[in-house]
T-cell receptor, first 112, second 115 residues
Framework: QQPVQSPQAVILREGEDAVINCSSSKALYSVHWYRQKHGEAPVFLMI?????EQKGHEKISASFNEKKQQSSLYLTASQLSYSGTYFC?????????????FGKGTHLIIQP | GAGVSQSPSNKVTEKGKDVELRCDPI?????LYWYRQSLGQGLEFLIY????????KSGLPSDRFSAERTGGSVSTLTIQRTQQEDSAVYLC?????????????FGNGTRLTVT
């Protein structure tokens, strides 16, 4: 089952904050976040596990709400380099029993 | 170390021909994934290999698509009787599933164009 991402696209000025959401209708084991720049392969940002704490990477952090089966990615004081498409990927069981299913992505454009 | 390697990087083929796309995962990675990405679209799951388990083929769009993984390492995705709608970038990723946190490492993809 494909997770649902929102919004589909965001346009920000440099220095503004953004939140990208990823929701599932099925109980989640883990959520992955990746960023893809135009013409390049997706690059890993972070993983959140059920029962785990909020993770952070530079000015990018994420949370995992097990009750809502939702993860949110927070981009603080956005930089031009943050532009790209952000994908969340979800696992429904641990131990590698199933693969990773990605949402349709959120296009983020940072303007100077 | 070396990352995930895919070949060819570009492939142009005529409608109706068969194509083979190759993926060399990171050494020691037990999990291997194939995804398809059409222009401006998301990552469409195709197939997942994990160790010696039977692959998860639930994402293959038709019986023209097949994949194998030999010796738990190199994988080949085969598309028979290609159609124009098969045109896309095919991405391979691998991960080590023996740790709790095991991110996917993507290759640079094969851009397939069916004329």
């Amino acid at each position: 089952q494909q997770p649902v991402q929102s919004p589909q696209a965001v346009i920000l000025r440099e220095g503004e904050d953004a939140v990208i959401n990823c929701s599932s209708s099925k109980a989640l084991y883990s959520v992955h976040w990746y960023r893809q720049k135009h013409g390049e392969a997706p690059v890993f940002l972070m993983i959140l596990l059920k029962g785990g704490e909020q993770k952070g990477h530079e000015k990018i952090s994420a949370s995992f709400n097990e009750k809502k089966q939702q993860s949110s990615l927070y981009l603080t004081a956005s930089q031009l380099s943050y532009s790209g498409t952000y994908f969340c990927g979800t696992e429904y069981s641990g131990g590698g029993a199933d693969g990773l299913t990605f949402g349709k992505g959120t296009h983020l454009i940072i303007q100077p | 170390g070396a990352g995930v390697s895919q070949s060819p990087s570009n492939k142009v083929t005529e409608k109706g021909k068969d194509v083979e796309l190759r993926c060399d995962p990171i050494s020691g990675h037990t999990a291997l994934y194939w995804y398809r990405q059409s222009l401006g679209q998301g990552l469409e799951f195709l197939i997942y290999f994990q160790g010696n388990s039977a692959p998860d083929k639930s994402g293959l769009p038709s019986d023209r698509f097949s994949a194998e993984r030999t010796g738990g390492s190199v994988s080949t995705l085969t598309i028979q009787r290609t159609q124009q709608e098969d045109s896309a970038v095919y991405l391979c990723a691998s991960s080590s599933r023996d740790r709790v946190y095991s991110p996917l490492h993507f290759g640079n993809g094969t851009r397939l164009t069916v004329t």
